[in-house]
């Protein structure tokens, strides 16, 4: 029991909210992995090698959980560099050699090992915006140079993630925005922020729908041009302007899909291993798995999932708000809020709410290097939640030492009074001594019930 305790250490309902998105993953994504199954040939290889890759995230999240969080402020002075020359290189060898996977070149292979530079840039660029925060807190708001350095390391991580993973650059500057809005930003740098952000996006937007796809797919990194618009433009279709009968389910055959698995449900579900929908989603394990737990789980399922990524949120920030430092709570604030908006992301395209994006459902979607980094994540949490559990603990007991200090003092005072007080009737005659020293040890008494009371 105490080996237990030693190694799962931290928050409680942190970990049980991991093991409940853990073992949702495992029967959904041995559920929603028809696809590669028929395609390998292996029943059984699809969820084997998923569950490898969970156990060695739980591996990662004990590990990570009993480092202390003040190590974590360096990780970002090797990830951040790492990160970016990985990042041009993926973007490079796409250029180049025009390897990429569903038209983008976010991945690469290193000794056999396929994983994307980008996870590695999102946790460089969290940790940094959290400790540069933390670095220029002043009594009322962050110093403004706290908003220059953060925009520098963020924009050029942006730069190079955009081109070849939009939706990633865009859910990671929203992150760091939120951050800054919690970090006491001024609330002038974040409107200019938020105004030019906005006036770029529509500029961009009009640019991408207007100019013709064979010119704009000849400037550099705009090769995925076609696809922007294809999804911008299905996402703003009018779909119930066309008939049932003469609607082209082929055409955007994943959102149709993801919208018969969600419409075919019900409140309990068909039940796991029961989905239809998986066997015409190309991504039913991943991208669109939110769409498979409710056609299998029903809304109930479905809402429960939510529940989990908003507990979890929520647990975040009473930790954060535990916690005396102002690093450990900003990057605890960070992770939480990366994990959920893209949760939230990923719902919301399963559901038709948003433009169709390559996020995954955190801890639940069939994945590599985006499970063993959000297992990370879920580590530092835990970290966090134990420095704050430490320090509580730690407070809680020089309280206790300081009380039992004092009534250690009280009673000292009483006894020197009572020795005294025996000196001086010892001097006096025998009975006159007598009856004052019971008077005397009554007036004692009174005062030692009166502060026994106090």
Avoid at 298 to 321: D, N, Q, S, T
Avoid at 335 to 347: E, G, H, K, T, Y
Avoid at 375 to 395: D, F, N, P, T
Wanted: net charge neutral; aromatic share 10%.
């Amino acid at each position: 029991m105490d080996l237990i305790k030693d190694l799962f250490k931290g928050d409680k309902v942190i970990w049980i909210i991991f093991l409940f998105l853990c073992l949702i993953s495992i029967v959904e994504v041995f559920s929603a992995a028809s696809t590669l199954t028929y395609k390998s040939g292996d029943h059984w290889g699809p969820i084997t090698q998923h569950s490898v890759i969970l156990m060695v995230g739980a591996c990662i999240v004990v590990l990570v959980h009993n480092i202390p969080c003040k190590w974590f402020r360096v990780l970002p002075f090797f990830l951040l560099p790492i990160s970016a020359v990985l990042l041009v290189f993926v973007m490079g060898m796409g250029l180049l050699t025009g390897d990429r996977v569903n038209g983008a070149a976010r991945w690469m292979t290193f000794f056999g090992i396929q994983f994307q530079p980008s996870e590695l840039a999102k946790m460089a660029v969290i940790i940094v915006t959290a400790f540069i925060l933390s670095k220029f807190q002043e009594e009322d708001n962050a110093n403004p140079k706290a908003f220059k350095y953060i925009m520098w390391i963020t924009g050029i991580v942006f730069v190079l993630i955009a081109p070849e993973n939009g939706s990633t650059a865009a859910l990671l500057f929203g992150v760091v925005f939120l951050m800054m809005v919690i970090g006491r930003v001024p609330w002038k740098q974040l409107a200019k922020l938020l105004g030019t952000v906005g006036v770029v996006v529509v500029l961009f937007v009009s640019v991408v729908m207007a100019m013709p796809t064979q010119k704009l797919s000849q400037v550099p990194m705009m090769h995925r041009v076609e696809t922007w618009q294809n999804r911008i433009k299905g996402f703003f279709e009018d779909k119930e302007a066309v008939p049932a009968e003469k609607y082209d389910i082929d055409k955007d055959a994943q959102i149709a899909h993801a919208n018969i698995a969600i419409a075919s449900s019900n409140v309990i579900g068909k039940m796991p291993g029961n989905s239809v929908q998986r066997d015409f989603l190309s991504q039913a394990f991943s991208d669109f798995i939110f769409a498979i737990v409710i056609e299998e789980l029903g809304l109930l399922g479905g809402a429960f999932v939510v529940i989990l990524y908003i507990w979890l949120l929520m647990r975040a920030g009473k930790i954060a708000r535990r916690s005396e430092k102002s690093f450990p709570a900003f990057l605890v604030m960070g992770i939480a809020l990366l994990l959920v908006s893209q949760a939230m992301l990923n719902m919301m395209v399963a559901v038709g709410l948003f433009p169709v994006t390559g996020q995954p459902l955190p801890l639940i979607s069939k994945g590599g290097t985006s499970t063993l980094i959000n297992c990370a994540y879920i580590g530092m949490i835990l970290s966090v939640s134990r420095y704050v559990a430490e320090k509580e603990e730690q407070k809680a007991a020089e309280q206790q030492a300081l009380e039992e200090a004092e009534l250690a003092a009280k009673a000292e005072r009483r006894q020197e009074m009572v020795s005294v007080m025996q000196e001086v009737f010892a001097q006096l005659p025998s009975e006159t001594a007598r009856i004052s020293e019971d008077v005397a040890l009554e007036e004692v008494e009174m005062v030692k019930v009166k502060e026994e009371e106090i």
